[in-house]
């Protein structure tokens, strides 16, 4: 059989090959071209982890303790109080496209795929607050009357932010929280 394959000339044996190295090819092109793009995100977390190392992102994890001391300094609200000693986690994500293909991910993709996963776990928009363009926008998720995460985020120009942050609030709290703190004064700390 294996002398069958030599005696003939240098092209059949080349022909028998060519499909079996053409089909080699294209199975290794279709493993690179599916592991360079991500599935969609399921949960917030998801999406944070999705993205932070891509590049023009940045994901931090920022320190409870640090945020809650510098913003309750001037708050005398009890509530709000209450509510920033109950944050168990805070992470940002920043995102500034670097090229043309990360610019179609800023204007076709990136908010439509938070506005999903948003919407798959039932999130809710807190209606109080500033809806003008370029204003973070509010989503809250709740179980048994318990607000366990705040997810804000804004498509603003040439950027991307998104402010992830856990923990056991009331409602109110929230909106408490929400109407004495102005959020974009915050971003500075959590970049």
Do not use: W
């Not at 028998?16 to 190295?21: A, G, H, Q, T, Y």
């Not at 809650?68 to 920043?94: E, Y």
Request: proline share 5%.
């Amino acid at each position: 059989m294996i002398s069958m394959l030599f005696n003939h000339p240098k092209k059949t044996v080349f022909q028998r090959l060519l499909p079996l190295v053409a089909g080699a090819v294209f199975l290794i092109m279709q493993a690179c071209s599916s592991t360079s793009k991500l599935p969609p995100a399921q949960t917030t977390s998801d999406f944070y982890q999705k993205y932070k190392n891509e590049a023009g992102f940045k994901g931090t994890s920022v320190p409870v303790g640090l945020v809650s001391r510098l913003v309750a300094r001037g708050v005398t609200d009890t509530t709000v109080r209450a509510a920033l000693a109950n944050i168990s986690s805070i992470r940002t994500l920043t995102f500034t496209p670097t090229d043309k293909k990360s610019q179609r991910l800023l204007e076709r993709e990136l908010t439509q795929e938070l506005d999903q996963v948003l919407q798959r776990e039932n999130y809710t928009a807190i209606p109080l607050l500033d809806t003008t363009p370029g204003a973070l926008q509010f989503r809250m998720r709740q179980s048994n009357n318990e607000v366990q995460e705040l997810v804000g985020y804004r498509k603003y120009g040439n950027n991307f932010t998104m402010v992830q942050v856990n923990g056991r609030f009331t409602q109110q709290q929230i909106e408490q929280m929400l109407r004495k703190l102005d959020p974009d004064a915050l971003l500075p700390l959590l970049d």
